[in-house]
Antibody, heavy 118, light 106 residues
């Protein structure tokens, strides 16, 4: 079955960077976009951007441009999200979510908690 | 495009009908989806393209609307339906989510 498995929780200092991985299985990795969504504690969902795993093309929400990078390694069917210059407001659960045949998000990874604290 | 959802919280009993609203600041045609999120879990796609049930979504969930006004209806609440529901729009390849409606037990 289609499955996305993310890397484990991270604790980072302000100003540091974090790289979250999302291992895909059960489908052709390069045929569907990968999205990243974050959710701050007790808050709603915030779309960060998408990546085309075939071409590597990305499109980021404006507020994340310049600080967020989305990459992939097709040989191991894994997508990555890197956030640099972390601040306390970046504390959140980060989800990867595959864009389905109609570009809606299905399925989602289990989420990765990133805590930014001094 | 900004999405607003109402009400913020809906308190109902099992077996009752739930009606959730999502309004877009500009027309999104039918490019709207609904997701369910339970505590400690990732969201799950319920409805896409405003009115199509995702595979595995129970028939008690239905979506309607187009343009700027959309509705998610749960015909008869089951215990497992108490959760937070988010709408999401797609416009020019970009996405936004609404703030969510929490459906809790009365």
């Amino acid at each position: 079955q289609v499955q996305l498995v993310q890397s484990g929780a991270e604790v980072k200092r302000p100003g540091a960077s974090v790289k979250v991985s999302c291992k895909a299985s059960g489908y052709t990795f390069t045929s569907y976009d990968m999205n990243w969504v974050r959710q701050a504690p007790g808050q709603g969902l915030e779309w960060m951007g998408w990546m085309n795993p075939n071409s590597g093309q990305t499109d980021l929400a404006q507020r994340f441009q310049g600080r967020v990078t989305m990459t992939r390694n097709t040989s191991i069917t894994t997508a990555y999200l890197e956030v640099s210059n972390l601040r306390s407001g970046d504390t959140a659960v980060y989800y990867c979510a595959r864009g389905n045949w109609d570009n809606w998000f299905d399925p989602w990874g289990q989420g990765t908690l990133v805590t930014v604290s001094s | 495009i900004v999405l607003t959802q109402s009400p913020a919280t809906l308190s109902l009993s099992p077996g009752e009908r739930a009606t959730l609203s999502c309004r877009a600041s500009l027309s999104v045609s039918s490019y709207l989806a609904w997701y369910q999120q339970k505590p400690g879990q990732a969201p799950r796609l319920l409805i896409y393209d405003a009115s199509n049930r995702a595979p595995g979504s129970p028939a008690r969930f239905s979506g309607s609307g187009s343009g700027t006004d959309f509705t998610l209806t749960i015909s008869s609440l089951e215990p497992e339906d108490f959760a937070v529901y988010y709408c999401q729009q797609r416009h020019n390849g970009r996405f936004t989510f609404g703030p969510g409606t929490k459906v809790d037990i009365k």
